[in-house]
Every structure is written in structure tokens, then in C-alpha cells.
């Protein structure tokens, strides 16, 4: 096969621009996903064939300018000024143009070639605005291309642009100008950097004068490390005073006032809005959703119906994924004749793959739902109606979201913080999430309180340990942030987009990128944590337990007086004791007998302890652990009780609470925890991560039981 | 131009729902201020108060033809002239 010639366009523009909407009727299905390099921001590429060029497109993070302070938006800024793309497409909302044009001052500025694509054509028309198009180009010197995903309109004249520009090898030749006082100050400024040839050669000088001029962090940190900076810096000192003095505020603001004054001028020249249709379905629409009253309750019936769209209709593909690899187990290990064997693939690794598929349902819906209320545009709103609240204990109104799944999940919930920005807010909530008590403790609480509490109540104390849990999370978020992530968390001043709706197919997409990430990223090491768990939970076997047991059985069944009926209750008896023991002779038993003394003062023995270590690989297994564990009775009568029961009579109530807050607040799962490792990208947050929840656990448990 | 130094005491955060008014600065520095001169709120920049959320903060504006929240302790540094 020939090699095509490889042309890169980078699409950018403001977030709500129908940016990857427009992207997915570019590429199709033709798409990678994977994260930019070193941070943990999503990265979108996909290749497409055209008239014998092979195009690569790059779906950048939406940014309001090329100033950046977030992960995404410095990906967004990075890829723009240093990549050396051969053409940036700005996907601009034409719904919203003056603001849109902001952004393409800023392109103008950098002297990039770009092409705009004029997106979300069809709501513009529909709304009664009417633009010219020729004279926007001359105004911008570039060309404005009118597109929509939804009708898809415009795609082939993007293609054929994109050709033009390679084949013709167009430059734009159009400056953005800022007035003669403060452009013959930039150029100046641009004349001295330019002697350091290896920034001129990288960047667009007059940019990076742009920049300094606006005290951006990042190029002031790259200009300080060049020898230029003696001669840059007493000039920029200079030149800032100057603008100062002669406009009466800072040059950033001076500089965004004369890119705005472009923007209106070029808005007011080309755009006709006589007959603009009055009736706005946004407002009507957020005038029934989010004022004074419904606010909250309707925040609360979405966040309500999402749960139950990911983990009550999850439950159903979750429950035929598990049927199907027991079955599959079976199969596979009537096949097999070496018991070793048998047991390592059977148990061992087929039912860890199961484990990690296990969660694909819920990551899927969960990331429907999620891109259903982004897509929407509720999902700004449900920031902006609980902010308040979430406010109070440190956080942005987005972490409810994340905190809300962490009740399902903490697996998706974990990755659902992608959604905030900064980075100290993210770990925060991180941090916080293990409190919402996850779908898997609920058996956990069912047989403790069950056993200790009567029906009557049962209920209530259930609701007081979530309560208690949510209530943890808060004051820990608190607490974090007051201390360890505290700084400037992130400013609140968010957009609150047109509601739309979202193509099923850019739906689809987004629920596909996230189930490929969670694959990728975590499928791995969950498959190995959950062998691994397993080795322990069933090595060493011990022999003689093996020998002692056989010969027990075969007393049995060589025992004449014994009806067939009585022999197969004694011989399951029996095997119950074998497998009991064998548990507690592994490694996981042994480690649970030794941690004996540091759970003494909670009110935990060592088969509480054993339990509490198997809750590691999955929290329900702390039941079954018990099950195994228990089935062993000092007498017979006793082993005729139900597990219940025998814990009823065995410990006090304060070892239940005590138990039941160790439960509540003590490292989640394997799984979630290698997702926690992946997602926070430090083993220092995954360490910090495993000490604060341990820590806590055990001193409020501690303080329980001692209490009581 | 006494009145003028009157008004300049008015900020984003005291206004009122539906109340239509004009940026004339800003007190602050740093990242709030940046992020709102990135959005297109400049001195000269007409805004309406559109709500606030259900619980007093964050409030809605309306400018340049789209809704911005922001809290009232990012409003308070937005200095204003309230429209008659």
C-alpha cells in the first residue's frame, strides 16, 4: 500500500460549540481514545481517508481563550501554540457569535492558519438570525464554513478546505491590532525576544509579548529561564506602567476590551437580528427547572432517576455477565482434570475477569447518564442549584455528582471526577468518595444490624449509617480542604448552556470512549489484584486438615448404623469444617489471625479480622467470609443456627456498631482502589488514600466501642 | 463626578433579580478576574440579573447573549452601575 500524505488538523473552540459533535460526523467510527501526555485529560483523535490524504483530526478540550489555568484547557492551549499542526479548525457556536469571537481574535493573533467552521447553523436559522458570511470572512481573513452535526451540512466543504489549504499551501495574511499605543509597545517587545532564536523559531513572538503583557504564568516561567529575560524584563516593567498610566487598568483587561470591541464590531457589521423569535426555549425551560422552588427537588428526582438507571437496570446485564462466567467457569473446568489447574482458571482467573466485566454495565450507563445531562446542559445546572451546599464543606457543585454515584459505585464514581477542573478539588473528592457507602456494603449491613437489631428498627439504623457516612465525606472534604488541598480552589463562574439535544450518536460515542478507558486503565491490574486475593484466600492448602477430613468422611460412609440421609448431612458438615479450616490456614486467614491484637480494641476477633481482609477483594465477601468462617460450631445445636444468630450470641452490640463504622469507612475494594490509583496518577494520593481511610476507621471505631 | 465615585461602590453581588446593569471594573486580581475577562465581562459589558439558585448562591447573568453563574463572592468583586 502507497503512504498517503498525513495532514493534522486540531479542532478547538469554546465548550457548547458542538465541538465533538461535530468531530464524531468527521471521523466516525475511525477513533482512538487515550489521555494527553502526563495529565489525565481524555484525548480524542481519529484518522479519515480523503481524496488520497489521510487527515488526522485532534478534538481538543473547549476553552474560552488561549490563557489557561485548568489541565484541559492548558492541553487545549499546548497543542494549539506548539503543536505544528498543519490547520486549527475553530468550531464556533453560531448561536452565540460574539463571544465565540473572542477565541478566533486570539487565533488572529497568534498567526495560525485556521478555518472556522460556522456550527450549529440549523438552531441559528431556526432562531430567526441571519449572518453574512462573505463579509465575516473579510472581516476575519479567513473562511467561515456554516456546519451542523445534526443535519450534517458543511462536512464536505470542511474536507475540501482543509485540501485547499494543504495543496494551495494558504497562509492568512489578516492581523488582529490592538490600537497604534499599545501595538507599537507588543512589537517592540516581540523585536527583543526575537533575538533568542530558539523561541523565535518555537513560537510566535508577538504572541508571547501578548502573553507577558498579560502576566500569563506559564510564558512568564518560559521567557524566565532564557538569558533574553534581562532584556525583556525592564522593558516589559516599563511598558506595563505606560499602559497603565495612559488607560487606568491593567493591560490584561485593556487587551481583552480591544479584542471584545473587534468581536462587537465584527458581530454588528455581520449579523442581522431583526427577526429574532422572542420565545426561548432555554429560559422557559430553566423557568420551570431550576427556580426557587422546584430547584432542589428536581435536582434531587435526576440525580435519583440516574442512580436507578445505572444500578437497579444495570443489575440485569450485571446478573447475565456473572451467569455467563459461571457457566463459562463450569465448562472449562469439567475439562480439565488436574484439580490445580482446574481451580487456578476456574476460580482463579475466570471469575477475576468476570469481576473487572462485572462493572462494564454500571461505567456505561453511569457515563450515558453523565453525557445525557452534559449534553443537555443540566448538567451546569445541577452544579449551580447544589453549589451552595457543596460549597460549604470546600467542594464545587459537580463533586454531588460524583459523590451521588459513589452510593452505586465507587469504580465510576472515581472516574466521574474528570468532570471538575482543578485538580485539588478532584483528589478532595476522590478522597471522600470510599464514605458514600457503595452498593456492596449494603449485605454487609443487612447481617449486622439484622442480627443485632429488631425489624422494627432495622430501617432507621440503616439510614443513620449512609447518613453517617455522607456526613464523614462532608466534613472530611472539609477538613482536607482547610488543610492538606488548600489554595485557591476554583473560581465558580461556569456558562450555563442553550439545552440541547444531544445526537444519540455523539451519546454513544462518549459512553464507547469511557468503557474503552476503563478497559484499558484499570481492567489489568483489577484482573491481577483479583487473582492475586484469591491465591491468598485459598494457598497453602494443608495437607494434613486434607488427610484428617477424607478419613473423618470415610468413617462416615463406612458407618452402618447411619441412614443414607444422615450420612450426606454429616459428610456436608464435615466439609464445611475442611473448608472453614483450609481458610483459616491460608494466607489471608493467617494475616487475620495476626492483626489480632492491633482489632482487639475495637471489639473484633480474629475471624472478624479475616472477614475484614477478604472485604478488601470485594466488600460482600465480608458475609460470605463469615459464612465459611462461622460454619464451624463448638457443638452441633450451634451449627444448626443461622450466621445471625451465632454473631448475636457471640459478640455485644458495641462490637456490631463498632463493626458496622469499620465497614463504613475502611479502603474500598481492590478494584476501586487500583481505578483510585489510576485516576489520581501519584502513588503518594494512592498511599494517602489507603491511610486516611484506614486511620479514620479504626480510631471511629475505636472510639465507638470504647464509648459504649 | 461625585456621583460616579457614589456608584462605583455598587457590586454584581448586591443586585437584585431582573435588575439590568452595566460592568464598569473590577477589584480583584488574579484568576477570577482573568476568567471573567475571558468570558467577555468587560468594563462596558451590559448584564441582567437573571435568578438566583434555589438556595441564594451562586447567582445567573445574562450577557452578550448567554447565561453565566457565578457565586456572590465572585460578583463582589465586579463593580457596577445599575441601569435606571
Request: glycine share 6%; charged share 20%; net charge positive.
Amino acid at each position: 500500500m502507497k503512504e498517503l500524505p498525513v495532514i493534522e488538523v486540531l479542532l478547538a473552540g469554546n465548550p457548547n460549540s458542538g465541538k465533538t459533535s461535530l468531530f464524531n460526523e468527521l471521523v466516525g467510527a475511525n477513533r482512538k481514545v487515550g489521555n494527553f501526555a502526563g495529565v489525565t485529560v481524555e484525548k480524542v483523535e481519529g484518522s479519515v481517508v480523503y481524496k488520497n490524504y489521510l487527515i488526522r483530526f485532534v478534538d481538543l478540550p473547549g476553552t474560552y481563550s488561549l490563557s489557561a489555568y485548568s489541565p484541559e484547557e492548558m492541553v487545549a492551549r499546548n497543542y494549539i501554540i506548539g503543536h505544528s499542526a498543519d490547520l486549527i479548525i475553530q468550531v464556533l457556536d453560531s448561536t452565540n457569535i460574539e463571544r465565540n469571537l473572542l477565541f478566533t481574535t486570539q487565533l488572529m493573533e497568534l498567526g495560525k492558519n485556521f478555518i472556522i467552521a460556522f456550527n450549529i447553523y440549523d438552531e441559528m436559522t431556526r432562531k430567526g438570525i441571519k449572518a453574512d458570511i462573505t463579509q465575516l470572512e473579510k472581516l476575519l481573513g479567513t473562511a467561515v464554513i456554516p456546519t451542523s452535526s445534526r443535519l450534517k451540512t458543511g462536512i464536505t466543504e470542511l474536507f475540501d478546505k482543509i485540501i485547499e489549504f494543504y495543496e494551495k499551501k494558504l497562509q492568512l495574511s489578516k492581523k488582529f491590532n490592538y490600537p497604534e499605543f499599545i501595538e507599537e509597545r507588543i512589537i517592540k517587545l516581540s523585536g527583543i525576544i526575537n533575538s533568542d532564536k530558539e523561541l523565535s523559531e518555537s513560537y510566535s513572538t508577538y504572541w508571547l509579548s501578548v502573553k507577558l503583557l498579560e502576566q500569563d504564568t506559564e510564558v512568564y516561567k518560559l521567557l524566565k529561564e532564557r538569558t533574553v529575560w534581562m532584556k525583556v524584563f525592564p522593558y516589559l516593567t516599563e511598558i506595563n506602567k505606560e499602559i497603565s498610566n495612559y488607560y487606568k487598568e491593567e493591560a490584561d483587561l485593556i487587551l481583552n476590551e480591544n479584542r471584545l470591541a473587534f468581536a462587537k464590531g465584527a458581530f454588528k457589521e455581520t449579523v442581522n437580528l431583526s427577526n429574532l423569535k422572542s420565545r426561548n426555549f432555554t429560559d422557559v425551560l430553566d423557568y420551570l427547572l431550576i427556580n426557587r422552588i422546584t430547584g432542589i427537588p428536581v435536582f434531587l428526582f435526576f440525580m435519583w432517576a440516574t442512580f436507578q438507571l445505572v444500578f437497579q437496570l444495570g443489575e440485569y446485564p450485571v446478573n447475565w455477565l456473572q451467569h455467563a462466567f459461571d457457566w463459562l467457569a463450569e465448562g472449562i473446568s469439567s475439562s480439565i482434570n488436574n484439580e490445580m489447574v482446574k481451580s487456578v482458571v476456574a476460580d482463579g482467573i475466570i471469575s477475576g475477569v468476570g469481576g473487572v466485566l462485572a462493572f462494564l454495565p454500571n461505567i456505561l450507563l453511569l457515563f450515558l447518564a453523565l453525557a445525557i445531562m452534559e449534553g443537555t446542559g443540566y448538567m451546569a445546572r445541577a452544579a449551580f442549584v447544589i453549589d451552595k451546599v457543596m460549597h460549604t464543606f470546600g467542594l464545587h457543585g459537580k463533586s454531588a455528582i460524583s459523590l451521588i454515584t459513589g452510593l452505586g459505585c465507587s469504580i465510576p464514581a472515581f472516574m466521574s471526577t474528570r468532570t471538575l477542573k482543578s485538580q485539588r478539588d478532584r483528589l478532595t473528592t476522590m478522597f471522600i468518595i470510599p464514605f458514600m457507602s457503595c452498593g456492596a456494603k449494603l449485605p454487609v449491613y443487612i447481617l449486622i444490624i439484622g442480627a443485632f437489631f429488631p425489624a422494627k428498627i432495622a430501617g432507621t439504623v440503616l439510614f443513620a449509617v449512609y447518613m453517617t457516612g455522607i456526613l464523614l465525606a462532608l466534613l472530611s472534604a472539609k477538613l482536607l480542604k482547610t488543610t492538606l488541598m488548600r489554595g485557591e480552589s476554583e473560581p465558580f463562574v461556569m456558562e450555563l448552556p442553550p439545552y440541547r439535544l444531544p445526537s444519540p450518536k455523539s451519546l454513544l460515542f462518549q459512553m464507547w470512549n469511557k468503557a474503552t478507558m476503563y478497559l484499558k486503565k484499570a481492567a489489568t491490574l483489577i484482573l491481577l489484584a483479583s487473582v492475586l486475593v484469591w491465591l491468598a484466600s485459598n494457598f497453602p492448602k494443608s495437607h494434613k486438615i486434607e488427610l484428617f477430613y477424607n478419613y473423618e468422611i470415610q468413617q462416615v460412609i463406612n458407618n452402618e448404623h447411619l441412614t443414607n440421609q444422615e450420612k450426606t448431612s454429616l459428610i456436608k458438615s464435615l466439609s464445611a469444617k475442611e473448608n472453614s479450616l483450609q481458610f483459616q490456614n491460608s494466607i489471608i486467614g493467617r494475616l487475620g489471625k495476626l492483626i489480632e491484637p492491633v482489632i482487639k480494641p475495637l471489639g473484633f476477633d480474629w475471624r472478624i479480622g479475616i472477614s475484614l481482609i477478604t472485604g478488601f477483594a470485594a466488600k460482600e465477601l465480608v458475609v460470605s467470609s463469615m459464612a465459611t468462617i462461622y460454619s464451624i460450631g463448638d457443638s452441633d445445636t450451634e451449627n444448626n443456627l443461622s450466621l445471625q444468630q451465632k454473631l448475636k450470641n457471640n459478640y455485644p452490640l458495641k462490637t456490631a456498631l463498632s463493626l458496622l463504622m469499620f465497614v463504613l469507612i475502611y479502603v474500598p475494594c481492590v478494584a476501586a482502589t487500583a481505578m483510585f490509583h489510576k485516576e489520581a496518577g501519584k502513588i503518594k494520593y494512592t498511599a494517602f488514600y489507603f491511610f486516611f481511610t484506614m486511620t479514620l476507621a479504626w480510631l471511629l471505631s475505636f472510639l465507638t466501642y470504647q464509648l459504649l | 463626578m461625585k456621583e460616579v465615585q457614589e456608584k462605583e461602590n455598587m457590586r454584581l453581588s448586591e443586585l437584585k433579580k431582573s435588575d439590568c446593569g452595566v460592568v464598569i471594573g473590577f477589584t480583584a486580581l488574579g484568576e477570577v478576574r482573568k476568567r471573567l475577562i475571558d468570558m467577555g465581562l468587560v468594563r462596558g459589558s451590559q448584564f441582567k440579573v437573571i435568578r438566583k439558585a434555589p438556595l441564594g448562591d451562586p447567582i445567573e447573568i445574562k450577557l452578550n447573549g448567554f447565561l453565566l453563574s457565578l457565586r456572590l463572592e465572585e460578583a463582589s468583586h465586579i463593580l457596577v452601575n445599575l441601569d435606571a
